[in-house]
């Protein structure tokens, strides 16, 4: 009988720890839903309030991983990550320092596969952060 107890308060304290861990990371009005892949509005309007000076630095901080190149692709050709407004291809990581918050209304980053479908993507592209503004381009289209 006492076997049980034991067994039952072990149950109860392993139920309890994980409901614990489980809502430790949650912060109010994050239902945990957030898009690794995507910097948000919202996300760029906090940063903003923060203070954060461009692209870059929002990224460094929210969203370390889109910067880093995990396969080299070739030993003659340097693996990069492409950057891109809308459609239109602007360079390098690089180009991210200094770009104002200003006018974006979202970041998403694409994996390799999906970077080679961009115009002009490199060869050999890790990946692409696309920055999506409120002013879109002029495709032409109605020339």
């Not at 109860?12 to 957030?34: E, K």
Request: proline share 6%; glycine share 10%; charged share 20%.
């Amino acid at each position: 009988m006492q076997g049980s107890s034991v067994r039952a308060a072990l149950l109860v304290a392993f139920t309890f720890g994980c409901t614990a861990a489980a809502c430790a990371g949650a912060r109010p009005g994050d239902l945990g839903t957030r898009d690794p892949n995507l910097i948000t509005t919202a996300e760029l309007a906090r940063a903003r309030d923060e203070g954060i000076r461009d692209l870059l630095e929002l990224i460094e901080r929210a969203r370390p991983r889109w910067l880093q190149i995990r396969s080299v692709r070739s030993f003659e050709l340097p693996t990069v990550i492409a950057v891109y407004k809308h459609e239109a291809r602007l360079g390098g990581i690089d180009v991210l320092r200094g770009y104002p918050l200003t006018s974006v209304t979202s970041i998403r980053y694409l994996d390799a596969a999906q970077a080679m479908v961009l115009p002009g993507a490199p060869a050999h592209t890790e990946g692409a952060i696309v920055i999506s503004t409120a002013l879109v381009p002029d495709s032409g289209a109605g020339r």
